[in-house]
T-cell receptor, first 111, second 115 residues
Framework: QKEVEQDPGPLSVPEGAIVSLNCTYS??????FMWYRQYSRKGPELLMY????GNKEDGRFTAQVDKSSKYISLFIRDSQPSDSATYLC???????????FGTGTRLKVLA | AAGVIQSPRHLIKEKRETATLKCYPI?????VYWYQQGPGQDPQFLIS???????DKGSIPDRFSAQQFSDYHSELNMSSLELGDSALYFC??????????????FGPGTRLLVL
């Protein structure tokens, strides 16, 4: 079993919809949680970064971390066709350097 | 703003050949990370360097080696290439040791194809 689980999708939504993307993890020691967006054949682009539990909002994006449930979410409001990409969650243990990534969820926002 | 630069962007090699991938971190970033992403897979951590010293090691094959130079750029050397090494290789950089939660910023990747 992978340390970080993420539904690969694809997830298709109409333009303007609220999108919910999720990851679950098994290691309760993860402290840092990130969401990256990756367009085809491009490098991952950081969207949100959260330390420990709680919510964080940035424009149309909201990240939530629920450490008690080992569950993180990314919400995208008023989704746009330009949001169509693969969304990767990533996590890191305190005291280590490497990120553990989820497999990514492919999102398609239909105009 | 300046981003992570990787070269070459595309590389085609034959089995048993050697390849060298280069990474130039964001200015003033002193930590470099290498990841390998196979088709349809998540990025897998290979190795990282802080201040020219190896700081962490992941699933990097013994055929691969890497180093960080005095100007903080890094090179990933891959020898005896195998078909399974075909992947997208990402470099990321951060400022600081990376242990305090500094965010990793990714480059565009080098796409390696081994024939």
């Amino acid at each position: 079993q992978k340390e970080v689980e993420q539904d690969p999708g694809p997830l298709s939504v109409p333009e303007g919809a609220i999108v919910s993307l999720n990851c679950t993890y098994s290691n309760s020691a993860f402290q840092y949680f990130m969401w990256y967006r990756q367009y085809s054949r491009k490098g991952p682009e950081l969207l949100m970064y959260t330390y420990s539990s709680g919510n964080k909002e940035d424009g149309r994006f909201t990240a939530q971390v629920d450490k008690s449930s080992k569950y993180i979410s990314l919400f995208i409001r008023d989704s746009q066709p330009s949001d169509s990409a693969t969304y990767l969650c990533a996590m890191r243990l305190s005291g280590t350097y490497k990120y553990i990534f989820g497999t990514g969820t492919r999102l398609k926002v239909l105009a | 703003a300046a981003g992570v630069i990787q070269s070459p962007r595309h590389l085609i090699k034959e089995k048993r050949e050697t390849a060298t991938l280069k990474c130039y971190p964001i200015p003033r970033h002193d930590t470099v990370y290498w990841y390998q992403q196979g088709p349809g897979q998540d990025p897998q951590f290979l190795i990282s360097f802080y201040e020219k010293m190896q700081s962490d090691k992941g699933s990097i094959p013994d055929r691969f080696s890497a180093q960080q130079f005095s100007d903080y750029h890094s090179e990933l050397n891959m020898s005896s290439l195998e078909l399974g090494d075909s992947a997208l290789y990402f470099c990321a950089s951060s400022s600081g040791t990376g242990l305090a939660g500094e965010t990793q910023y990714f480059g565009p990747g080098t796409r390696l194809l081994v024939l």
